[in-house]
Every structure is written in C-alpha cells, then in structure tokens.
C-alpha cells in the first residue's frame, strides 16, 4: 500500500483545497493519505481568501469547474473570492470507497527559543493542542506523551512521527536520542528547506537515524524507523523551490487498508521509504534479508548494506550490491543493518537537483 503522511491544504499554510488535494493523490494511485495541516483539524467553519494572482484565481475556476455551484460555496466582491473550506465530514463521502483511505492527522506544531519543532499524529482522534517545554527535548517529549495518552485513552493506534530534524537546524541528534516512546522518524521529506543532507558542519537525516539507532539499541530501546514524506504545500508551482506532491512516501506490506492495519504494519517495521524505487519483494527470513527490485527498463541499481558493528559508534556500508536481487545474511557482530537502494534514474521534480529515486528499507538487527 502506498501513502504519505505529511500532507497540507488551504486548512492552515497549503495552498489547495483538500478535495483537490485528495484527487491528486487518488488519481496518481496512492492508496492512503494523511492531511496534516498545522495545530487544526478540518473541522469546523473556515473561509479562505483566494490570493489574487492569476495561478489562485485559475486554481479557484478549476474547483469550481470540478465541483460546481452546488458544492462550491463561495462570496465575491471588491475585495476579491472568499471561498468556504470543506469539512471532513463533508468530503469524506466523496472518496469513500475500498481503494483509498483517508487518514486523520494532524501537525503539531510547536517551537522552543525561535526553533520549529514539528511533529505528526496519524489517526489522531480529536486534536492535540502543543504542550510546549523547557528545551527541545521536553518540548518533543511532552508532544510524544499527549499523542501516546489519546492513543491509551481512546484504545485507537495514534502514531507520531518526528517531522523534518533539520528544519532550522531544530533538533540535534541528542535531542532525538533523549526521547522516549518515539518509534518514526523523517529520514526523507520533500520540503526544500529541510536540509535531509545536513552541511559541512551538521549532520544529515540518514546519519542522524543510524546514531539515534545506536543510542536506542544500547539501552534495549525499540528501534527508530525511518519514513518519507513530501510536505506537500504547493499544488500550482512546481520545482525545487516548492514543496510540491510525489517526492516521498512510504510503502506498507498490509492487505487491509484501514488506519490500525498501516500502523500496526509500520510498528512492526513492515514497510519501506521511497521516492521512487519500488520493491517486488522484501523479507527477512532466517537471518538472511533478501530483496526484488521491480526494475525498469534500462535503470540500474546500486544498493548499499549500512550496519553498525558491535561497540561501534558509527555506521559503514557493510556491503554492495549491483542489480535487481539483492541476498544478505545479517552477521552477528553487528548492531543492526539496512538496506539503502539507489536508481540511476533521475527523479522528477526532486528535492534536489540530481536527486536519483531511491528506497530505504527498516534497520534490521541480528537473531539472537
């Protein structure tokens, strides 16, 4: 099943409205999406006034050449199109039907000392107000805490995830390695100014998920996983300088799409991360991880065995494969292995450019 989970819509700073949002993802054949608009949920009255440029206005005649009269509620005058925004419980019944699921969500959204502190709840049940803290990591704790106490309140799974690390340089690999009852974090989001590689002085996100690993591992801490998102915020400019649609999403090995189905396969690690490599097959069996590319016509792939031996403080490509197979026993004298996978195809619209797609499977650690 494929999804993204870091979604937004003219509900907070999107600049669409979710029906349209919906459709594009529906019609580009994701099973499942999570609109995740900024400390809101689509509920409630909401009016949007369309930006008067040439790209909103076009953008407004298309909702309403898609929708109609009937649907589309809207008010004109001297000052420009002020439009009605959909509720939840108005545009569900529009994409209700067993091949794509709409998931709640919600980005909490939070700081400390100017630094944004983002974080998403998927399947949230009724939306979490900030609770803020004393240092980044007690803002991101107490976050963690209030989704995982609705989650224990209501008896439904609500699954947080840490969004964007680097966004502003916001959250050190410390910070990440000091939280608790984090199980997901963004080893891949599609906004520009994320910074997924870090710079000369700072780390990237890939770095970042193997030592946040080390850390969980030697205290008997589950395991982080990594996903992709795209952060989508704009639907009617498109390049590198906007965080547009396609550029990241996760992959789940499930065979009933609802909300606890996907999250309980993602807490068991039964999913990958992508931005545009898709996998045939993964399993891991009697130690050993064995991999099918689903491979295009005319794409090579180069995949890279990451692992972390035993007393080590740093990760290493333990391993290279070259093709479409890829079979690999896990050693004993390692903390954990994943499997990164990169395409010599160019992605479109990438995050940056010269980005080639790729697909990050889930840390793996070796049988006792």
């Known amino acids: 099943m494929k999804g993204n989970l870091h979604t937004h819509t003219y509900w907070s700073d999107g600049d669409a409205f979710p029906e349209m949002v919906l459709d594009w993802y529906k019609s580009h054949d994701y099973d499942f999406l ?7 949920l689509q509920q409630g ?17 298309d909702y309403l050449e898609k929708y109609g009269e009937d649907w589309v509620e809207y008010i004109q ?22 091949d794509f699921l709409i998931i709640r969500a919600e980005e909490i959204t939070d700081g400390f000392e100017g630094k944004p502190l983002h974080m998403n709840a998927t399947n949230v049940q009724s939306l979490i107000e900030p609770r803020h803290g004393n240092s980044v990591a007690e803002v991101l704790q107490n976050n963690i805490n209030a989704v995982l106490e609705q989650r224990e309140a209501t008896g439904e799974p609500v699954m947080p995830h840490i969004n964007h690390p ?22 891949f989001n599609g906004h520009p100014s994320v910074n997924n590689y870090g710079d000369s002085a700072r780390m990237g996100t890939e770095q970042m998920w193997d030592e946040i690993n080390i850390a969980y591992i030697n205290r008997d801490q589950p395991i982080m996983y990594g996903i992709a998102t795209d952060d989508s915020h704009y639907y009617h400019q498109f390049g590198p300088q906007f965080s547009n649609s ?18 309980e396969a993602m807490e068991a690690g039964k999913f990958y991360a992508s931005t545009g490599v898709t996998l045939e097959s993964y399993e891991v069996e009697n130690g050993t991880i064995d991999i099918d590319i689903q491979a295009e016509e005319g794409v090579t792939y180069r995949s890279e065995i990451i692992g972390v031996k035993k007393g080590s403080n740093k990760s290493q490509v333990i391993a290279i494969h070259k093709g479409d197979e890829i079979e690999f026993p896990v050693p004993n004298d390692v903390l954990f292995v994943r499997v990164k996978i990169v395409s010599s195809k160019l992605k479109e619209n990438p995050f940056e450019e010269g980005d080639f797609e790729s697909a990050w499977t889930q840390p793996v650690v070796p049988r006792k």
């Open 45 to 61: 009255e909401k009016w949007k006034k369309i930006p008067k440029s040439h790209i909103y206005e076009k953008a407004f005649n």
């Open 77 to 98: 005058d001297s000052t420009g199109t002020s439009v009605k925004l959909k509720t939840e419980e108005e545009y569900l019944p529009l994409f209700l039907d067993d």
């Open 246 to 263: 396609g550029r990241g999403w996760v992959m789940v090995q499930t065979e009933t799409l609802n909300p606890a189905a996907i999250i």
């Open 34 to 40: 999570a609109l995740t608009d900024h400390n809101t």
């Open 166 to 187: 680097n966004f502003g340089w916001a959250i050190t690999v410390d910070d990440m390695k000091a939280l608790r009852g984090e199980r997901f974090f963004e080893v």
